[in-house]
């Protein structure tokens, strides 16, 4: 049944009550999921995916946002099935390694803006930061700095979901029910222009949003800040985009006050925001230390990996041994996708094309003639789009417009997400060619339109 094409009214059926009884959905409404069902997806290809009625959807988040190269890619399937002829998994722990592994460490270490970098694999962007909180205290702590294990976040930042992890996401829900979190972690505003936190616009802005971290550092003391975590673009907390100066100030308070600059690129890495990495478009900006997941495979094969400074790995080689790492870090199968997806990203400009899209799908978007679209915003392919009930004063619908909005959409034939703020998420694959932007969009006016009736 796995790799079935078509399916009965009654396989439907019997997969969606299996479903139901048996199957514990990720960050899912569990009631929505009890009385409405899955969507069941069967089948991709390209910028499209089907269900298992057959019905045809545009992928307009790229699932996640990590198909970058599209769905189903015989290259892929390929490259897959070549790793697991020759070498399905082998760890490395004890000082074992694998082919793929070596080289793809190789291939991230000179694509990211670090000086040096040395790449440790994981299998998601959850594990990436969860390695990363405990390897800068470590590194302190190696620095006889070891009160130095405070880690600085943002509101609306998503850093995933795991023990560590979750205490640097900060968005509604996460964390309630689910306390005692890790102590050390402590949080500023995030830089949020279309509503600033501190009323400023773009005539008055001095990067308050910047100067909170300095304010922050001091307050908690700069003897107890490990280090500094942040989206370069904020995704599933609205997409949000910081003004020009911003990375390169808080660059400079990180430096100045001995904290290491984490750059959590998990969606944004591999080309996604239009450069090969969101930081990028912050020009000199280096981070100490890059998370990414998602991207690196397309998510043709979980993967996580993270990049951090010469300088940081030759303090962490002092130890005679290094006491993290998991089962499949370097799983030869993931890297080998891995590998061949960065060649398909590469070869075919699919960083360009997030570019020109991302612009494309920007201005056709802000086309539409709707009083509900407050901002839309974006870089490449990751755009957001605020839904307002008034453009003036920017007054907030209750309860929010953008889930009427994904299920419209979703009927008539385009998956979007509702992200936090009333704001829809548009991260469709970087090979999205110009008639299907064109169609993307059409579909969403159409669906804009269904939800203010469905509204009433
Ligand atoms: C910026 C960012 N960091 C970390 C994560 C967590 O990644 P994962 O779900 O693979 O654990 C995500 C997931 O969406 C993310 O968007």
């Known amino acids: 049944m796995g790799t079935q094409k078509e399916f009965s009214p009654a396989q439907i059926q019997a997969l969606k009550k299996a ?16 009385e409405k069902g899955a969507k069941i997806i069967a089948k991709g290809k390209g910028c499209k995916v089907w269900d298992v009625k057959g019905k045809e959807y545009y992928d307009g988040t790229a699932a996640l946002w ?50 040096n970098a040395k790449i440790f694999f994981t299998s998601s962007g959850s594990e990436s930061n969860d390695t990363i909180f405990k390897m800068v ?18 509101n609306r930042a998503y850093h995933g979901v795991s023990c560590g992890a979750v205490c640097a996401t900060r968005l509604p829900g996460f964390h309630e029910g689910f306390e005692p979190l890790l102590p050390g972690f402590d949080n500023i505003e995030p830089p949020y222009c279309y509503q600033c936190p501190w009323g400023k616009d773009v005539d008055s802005c001095s990067l308050e949003c910047a100067t909170a ?35 390169e100030k808080i660059r400079q308070i990180c430096t100045d006050n001995n904290v290491l600059f984490i750059a959590d690129e998990v969606i944004n890495a591999f080309g996604r925001t239009g450069k090969m990495f969101g930081i990028e478009h912050w020009e000199g900006v280096i981070p100490d230390i890059m998370t990414m997941a998602k991207g690196i ?65 920007k201005e056709k978007i802000q086309a539409l003639d709707f009083d509900v679209i407050g901002d ?6 990751m755009v957001g789009v605020e839904l307002v009930k008034n453009k003036e004063t920017k007054e907030k619908y209750d309860p929010p417009l953008a889930p009427l909005v994904v299920e419209a959409a979703y009927e008539l034939g385009l998956i979007t997400r509702p992200l936090i703020g009333d704001t829809l998420q548009f991260s469709p694959p970087m090979v999205i060619s110009e008639p299907e932007i064109n169609d993307m969009v059409k579909i969403l006016g159409e669906a804009i339109s269904q939800a203010l009736k469905n509204r009433g």
């Open 19 to 34: 479903d139901q009884d048996c199957y514990l959905h990720p960050t899912s409404s569990l009631w929505i999921l009890q």
């Open 66 to 115: 990590y198909s970058s190269v599209g769905h189903c890619r015989p290259d892929l399937a390929q490259a897959a099935k070549e790793q697991l002829d020759q070498l399905e998994s082998y760890h490395s722990f004890n000082e074992f390694a694998n082919v793929p592994a070596i080289q793809l460490a190789q291939k991230v270490s000179q694509m990211v803006p670090i000086k």
């Open 137 to 154: 205290r470590f590194y302190w702590y190696l620095k006889e700095q070891d009160s130095k294990d405070i880690i600085i976040t943002r």
């Open 213 to 247: 971290l300095e304010e922050k550092i001091i307050a908690l003391g700069k003897d107890k800040v490990a280090a500094f975590v942040a989206e370069p673009i904020i995704g599933t907390g609205g997409v949000i985009i910081p003004s020009p100066g911003y990375f």
């Open 297 to 361: 495979t397309s998510g043709y094969v979980q993967l996580g990996a993270v990049a951090l400074s010469g300088e940081i790995f030759d303090t962490l080689k002092q130890r005679e041994r290094f006491y993290h790492g998991f089962t499949y870090s370097g799983h030869p199968l993931a890297c080998a996708v891995g590998l061949k997806n960065l060649e398909i990203i590469e070869n075919e400009t699919l960083v360009d094309n997030a570019k020109n899209m991302g612009k494309l799908l």
């Open 376 to 381: 839309v915003r974006g870089k490449g392919l």
